[in-house]
């Protein structure tokens, strides 16, 4: 009898979960393990901001998957050991003959001065609610949606969030400037700066200004502050905060101070025999320099490939599975439309191109949420 642990229920564990429970025996124990109890697609948040739909009819319960022959434990991975292939979940230690990590990425709004005080973080999704009220809320006044750091989940969200939220703004009439900032050089860095233009060209058409090269080191009432000193202010500020890789697992020896899991940028494996890792702890570097984006079409992608090659492994076989860095998303731009980023994220160079936004890549993306929370969960 095998036994595998999936840590974490994102895109990533649970695609991996389920891939391993179909593709091994049915002794094989599959155990996927989570500190929350439900699956919510991170393209929920802004939807439920700019109040376009309810998180909760995009959520599942984790506990659904037992059905399915998978173990779910609700608790906190407190220590990875990677070579014991042994984790800490609330105090017990779980043994298993190969781990799959898919921790996610830790969001760290207190490294900025004042961001916990007087922003909203609209990337966790418990604040969605108050992120809609604000919104909600504005007659008049700014709205500042600000990266606070890189890398971050969702590159293309912010802008997405800054255009659904105009659009909903001048729906009522509202007289409120809406404005983007980040460090990043470019709106969409990874794509290049030909692609990137057509996002900057959607904002300027609908009268959102990009701050671009905008590094905030702190937050006042009423004012960003940033590292060359200049300003910006609002009256109601969104902020996509820091991220970094969960400590625990620096502290397991998988990840370096201040870095992210190195993994094989095909299989996943990481340093440690029979350790796989996936999705946002990860970082896989492209071949222009940059990072393989932090998003959860990525992550999936990765699942189903740490899977296969664990099920082969268990099996004595030879694998030939890999991934391959291709994914697409949908990135909303208002009028019911939505432009689809897609490429070859691995292909040297990449190749990334924005499309024409359309009513159909809208549709796509209500598709792409329905038949994975479908195939995952059932109906």
């Not at 999936?6 to 996927?32: C, E, K, Q, S």
């Not at 393990?33 to 919510?40: G, H, P």
Request: net charge negative.
């Amino acid at each position: 009898m095998a036994r595998v642990l999936v840590l974490g229920g994102g895109f990533g564990g649970i695609a991996a979960a389920t891939r391993l429970r179909w593709r091994l025996g049915p002794n094989d124990r599959v155990t996927l393990v989570d500190r929350r109890s439900e699956f919510v697609m991170g393209l929920r948040k802004t939807w439920a901001v700019v109040g376009s739909h309810r998180l909760r009819d995009g959520a599942r319960s984790l506990a659904t998957l037992r059905s399915r022959g998978i173990e779910v434990v609700e608790g906190t991975v407190e220590a990875v050991d990677p070579a014991g292939l042994r984790v800490s979940v609330d105090g017990e230690w779980l043994a298993a003959d190969a781990l799959v990590v898919a921790l996610g990425a830790d969001q760290v709004p207190g490294a900025i001065p004042g961001l916990v005080e007087h922003g909203i973080n609209v990337w966790d999704r418990d604040l969605a609610t108050r992120g809609h009220d604000a919104l909600a809320g504005m007659r008049s006044g700014r709205l500042l949606i600000g990266v606070f750091g890189l890398p971050y989940a969702c590159p293309p969200g912010p802008f997405e969030l800054a255009l659904l939220a105009k659009e909903l703004l001048d729906r009522r009439a509202a007289t409120v400037s809406v404005a983007v900032f980040g460090p990043m050089p470019i709106a969409l860095p990874v794509v290049g700066p030909t692609e990137s233009a057509k996002v900057d060209a959607i904002l300027e058409a609908a009268g959102i200004t990009f701050h671009r090269g905008h590094a905030a080191i702190e937050v006042t009432p009423g004012t960003v502050r940033f590292s060359d000193d200049t300003t910006l202010p609002f009256d109601v500020l969104f902020g996509i905060p820091p991220h970094r890789c969960p400590a625990l697992l620096v502290d397991a020896g998988l990840a370096v101070p201040g870095g992210w899991v190195s993994v094989n940028p095909t299989t996943l494996e990481t340093g440690f025999r029979g350790v796989y890792a996936i999705g946002d702890c990860t970082i896989i570097k492209l071949a222009n320099g940059l990072a393989l984006p932090k998003a959860g079409v990525f992550a999936e992608a990765e699942g189903y490939v740490a899977a296969e090659r664990i099920a082969d492994e268990i099996a004595g076989r030879a694998s030939s599975a890999t991934f391959a860095g291709e994914g697409v998303c949908y990135a909303e731009v208002g009028e019911g439309r939505a432009a689809a980023v897609q490429g070859r994220f691995l292909a040297d160079p990449p190749g990334v191109s924005i499309a024409q936004p359309s009513a159909e890549a809208v549709a796509s993306k209500a598709a792409f949420e329905a038949d994975r929370l479908t195939g995952w969960f059932g109906s």
